[in-house]
């Protein structure tokens, strides 16, 4: 009974604090990567500075190139048709998804052309892509959508197909129109994982953006890495490679706050809200 | 007014097992009513169509043959004279409680002030003022079906179709859920059609009982306990209801599968 009383005494911040009992999520993440870090430092300096870099040498390549003023010409350019492209490929990826999960003869006369879409070997499509749309900014935003737009088009399109069929009967039982079932039941219900495509496709619009430099004309990130892999610079040629995958996790995290913030319920469902 | 008849409906579902073609009787020429302000319950084993009946009264399902009318007018889809309860609640999880009855009344079209007006006052009815902002995830299973009630309620519908709405939840809850749909029939008087596999439930809260086993209709008793009801416990104890209990139990048991 005493342990009751003093329970309901505290405060709901003291009940919280003393449940949070183990290491942070990030502290683990820091940790990891300084030891990944540390380790590469180590072995990296053993080998030819041809053959591999590491972590400090990179450090002072990357700062050369940032104090030249290089880097973020580079940036600029490199992400004006990322950015383009993976937006163009969510706003056509997710309403074309919901239609095509959303009707059955939109599914069976284009859930086809997305399935092998998914697997279209882009690499070789690039120089059919660049007669048709030269060689400048236009060709590498299609090189970017392309390679984006079917993980988050298949993802939705799954998802819609996942939605229980007795949330859709609800809908319909209140003798709600298709569209409203589709934008109010089907649309949230499906978030999960829409949010899961947006964030495959970062992994995938970063490749296609390095591919789109280096086959159309050389420029940006894509360009560093050329010019200086050619000038057997190693350690410059790593520095886009790095950023590119900093960028990638610091986007991973973006669309993580932004599914907390539209979709909070999946992370209370699952009890991921705490952390 | 708010009358359901059952005008032989007959279901039949083509079900492929093992490549083999089968024909599956769900519901066979089933007839009855429901009386304006009525509660019937329909029971029997799981399988033997009641549920399908129910789906064919909200208009989820369409009869093969036959056809189920609500006070004269044949059903045809889904419609607001009919209020629909699931048995696991179904609540939107994205939405409160409040945005989760508020839906239905959008779909009848209600906007502005009066929305969440009626909305807050059927929650009220059901007893969940408190947690209208809730979601889902943080109502226990009584709350939710709860919510589901008031839903169905909101849209004042001509009559409500329960499904097995109580069947998940814990004995406890599920005793104070059916004295707590007793009170709110006693107060709106709905007719209510309630799907239940439970033969306490089908007693203690209908006015007459229809058996079905294998998509027929077996038999249709009525249920000699009058009303209100205001505790339950004590209608346990009645010899009423321990012999109709027993006459419910005998007809599912012992009745014949063909008439």
């Known amino acids: 009974m005493v342990d009751i009383v003093e329970r309901q005494d505290q405060s709901a911040a003291q009940i919280e604090a003393a449940e949070r009992r183990p290491l942070p999520r990030w502290v683990i993440t820091v940790i990891s990567v300084a030891f990944a870090l540390v380790l590469w430092e180590i072995f990296g300096r053993r080998i030819n500075p041809v053959f591999g870099s590491y972590p400090t ?146 992994g995938r619009a970063v490749v296609a953006m390095v591919i789109a430099e280096f086959f159309t004309t050389i420029s940006g990130l894509g360009a560093v890495i050329i010019n200086s892999a050619n000038n057997f610079d190693t350690a410059t040629m790593f520095v886009p490679i790095v950023i590119l995958m900093v960028m990638a996790i610091g986007l991973n995290w973006l669309i993580g706050v932004i599914e907390h913030r539209v979709a909070p319920w999946q992370a209370e469902i699952a009890g991921r809200d705490r952390e | 007014m708010g009358e359901v008849t059952f005008h032989d409906v007959s279901k039949r579902f083509a079900l492929r097992v093992e490549g083999e073609l089968h024909h599956v009787r769900a519901l066979d020429n ?63 999880p994205w939405l409160s409680a409040l945005q989760n009855v508020m839906f239905g009344l959008e779909m009848k079209g209600m906007r502005g002030e009066a929305l969440r007006a009626t909305a807050e006052k ?38 409500l179709l329960m499904d097995e709405p109580f069947g998940a939840l814990d004995a406890q809850t599920r005793e104070t859920m059916q004295a707590e749909l007793l009170d709110i029939h006693q107060r709106t008087r709905k007719t209510i059609l ?66």
Not at chain 1, 157 to 168: E, R
Request: hydrophobic residues 50%; glycine residues 10%; contains cysteine.
């Open chain 1, 57 to 202: 040498a990179i450090a002072a390549a990357a700062w050369e190139l940032a104090r030249s003023g290089q880097l973020a010409d580079a940036l600029y350019q490199s992400l004006r048709p990322f950015a383009a492209g993976y937006a163009l490929a969510i706003v056509v990826g997710v309403p074309l998804g919901l239609f095509i999960g959303g009707f059955r003869t939109a599914e069976a006369a284009l859930g086809i052309y997305i399935t092998a879409g998914y697997a279209m070997p882009l690499v070789a499509l690039v120089p059919l892509l660049i007669l048709w749309l030269g060689l400048g900014f236009a060709v590498k935003v299609a090189v970017v959508f392309l390679m984006a737009l079917f993980p988050i088009c298949i993802n939705t399109w799954l998802g819609v197909t996942a939605v229980p069929k007795t949330l859709i009967e609800v809908g319909k039982s209140f003798v709600a129109p298709d569209w409203v079932i589709l934008r109010r039941i089907v649309l949230p219900a499906t978030l999960p994982y829409i949010m899961a495509g947006v964030r495959l496709a970062v």
């Open chain 2, 30 to 92: 089933v007839s009855f009513s429901v009386r304006d302000g009525e509660i019937v319950a329909l029971i029997g084993p799981s399988g033997c169509g009641k549920t399908t009946a129910l789906r064919v009264a909200m208009g989820l399902d369409a009869a093969t043959s036959g056809r189920v009318t609500v006070d004269g007018r044949g059903v045809a889809g889904c419609g607001h004279d009919r209020g629909m309860v699931f048995q696991h609640a179904e609540l939107l």
């Open chain 2, 122 to 159: 059927y929650l009220d009815l059901v007893g969940l003022a408190e947690s209208k902002n809730r979601r889902p995830h943080q109502l226990s299973g009584g709350m939710k079906q709860r919510v589901g009630i008031a839903r169905a309620l909101a849209i004042d519908p001509k009559v």
């Open chain 2, 194 to 259: 309630f799907v239940t596999h439970d033969l306490d439930e089908a007693v203690l809260i209908a006015d007459r009982i229809v058996v079905m086993k294998a998509g027929r209709v077996c038999d249709v008793m009525a249920v000699p306990l009058g009303r209100p009801r205001p505790d339950l416990g004590i209608v346990r104890g009645t010899p009423e209801f321990a012999e109709t209990r027993y006459k419910v139990w005998r007809a599912l048991h012992d009745a014949p599968t063909v008439h």
